[in-house]
């Protein structure tokens, strides 16, 4: 493969960068990439802390090559992808996947918590496509997958700057799918529901300042609750973004896992007063059968 500045580099099939590879969803696009045959990069934080990635690329038989890269960080990120232009010379595919989560009602949310997880969320996820999108334009090809949530289509409960930026994140992606879209380059959006990752354990702490908020700080844990209990496989995710950026009839957004494809229909349906409505409601029990009956979901305990 001839890189952009002419020279050889040893790569076989598509060169492709998984940020957040380390574990979870990440971890499962990286190696399923792989095995895919494209010569894939998966950034971390630490790699000595990347065994478990390595561990299960192993066992998959394929090679995820790691890179030491902090989204939230601009030097970092330069540093992260000049080292993989020296290595092989182009990215023909980004997956943003790197994010981190937060819970919170908007009284309670600090906006220094806002500005931090729109740093990684969102201004994350623009520092790697700036970094790659020069040799995409000139090559006239590549594609751009962006991580969201389905809280980037509805807004979740007691989830405020998270859900903040994944609404961004969606905002971003959309205008930047027209934006790229004459130098043939394609954008995708993830959206998904709920998968088996050591996030949700990790994601448990609320503010509770104010004492005010008890509900919607319940039912916010329920409902991840009972999607864990039914948690789709990151491996689904992984085997869509292979679909998505290979098809011949791509879609820009993709809801996907646990209550993705159901969350986007029934928020699609439900009136504006109808959404508030079902926050109004007092009663768990009753809110839990409202909920089921608008999303087709059963979350109550």
């Known amino acids: 493969m001839m890189s952009d500045d002419g020279s050889e580099r040893d790569v076989s099939g598509p060169v492709s960068v998984v940020t957040g590879a380390n574990s979870g969803i990440g971890r499962a696009i990286a190696i399923g990439l792989a095995d895919k045959g494209h010569t894939t990069y998966g950034t971390v934080r630490d790699v000595g802390r990347a065994t478990k990635l390595l561990d299960f690329a192993d066992q998959a038989g394929v090679e995820v090559r790691l890179v030491e890269l902090d989204i939230a960080d601009d030097d970092s990120v330069r540093r992260g992808f000049a080292q993989i232009h020296d290595e092989v010379g182009r990215v023909d595919h980004l997956v943003n996947n790197a994010g981190v989560g937060g819970n919170a009602v908007a009284e309670e949310c600090s906006t220094a918590m806002y500005l931090d997880v729109m740093n990684v969320n969102l201004c994350g996820a623009v520092r790697c496509i700036q970094a790659v999108l020069p040799g995409m334009r000139e090559r006239g090809e590549g594609s751009i997958v962006n991580i969201s949530s389905i809280t980037g289509r509805i807004a979740a409960?007691?989830?405020?700057?998270?859900?903040?930026?994944?609404?961004?994140?969606?905002?971003?992606?959309?205008?930047?799918?027209?934006?790229?879209?004459?130098?043939g380059i394609r954008v995708v959006i993830v959206e998904p529901g709920v998968t088996k990752s050591a996030i949700f354990a990790k994601n448990v702490d609320t503010p509770h300042a104010t004492g005010a908020y008890d509900t919607p700080y319940r039912?916010?844990?329920?409902?991840?609750?009972?999607?864990?209990?039914?948690?789709?496989?990151?491996?689904?995710?992984?085997?869509?973004?292979?679909?998505?950026?290979?098809?011949?009839?791509?879609?820009?957004?993709?809801?996907?896992?646990?209550?993705?494809?159901?969350?986007?229909?029934?928020?699609?349906?439900?009136?504006?007063?109808?959404?508030?409505?079902?926050?109004?409601?007092?009663?768990?029990?009753?809110?839990?059968?409202?909920f089921e009956h608008l999303f087709g979901l059963r979350i109550a305990p």
Do not use: N
């Not at 998270?162 to 959309?174: D, I, N, P, R, T």
């Not at 789709?232 to 009839?249: F, G």
């Not at 109808?274 to 409202?290: M, S, T």
């Open 219 to 290: 039912r916010m844990l329920q409902f991840y609750a009972a999607g864990l209990a039914q948690a789709t496989d990151p491996r689904e995710v992984a085997e869509l973004i292979h679909h998505a950026i290979t098809t011949d009839e791509p879609q820009l957004r993709y809801p996907v896992s646990w209550g993705g494809k159901e969350l986007v229909a029934g928020k699609a349906d439900l009136d504006d007063r109808d959404w508030v409505a079902l926050g109004a409601i007092g009663d768990d029990d009753e809110y839990y059968r409202r």
């Open 157 to 183: 409960l007691a989830q405020s700057p998270y859900v903040a930026s994944k609404f961004a994140l969606e905002g971003m992606s959309e205008g930047l799918a027209q934006e790229v879209a004459p130098f």
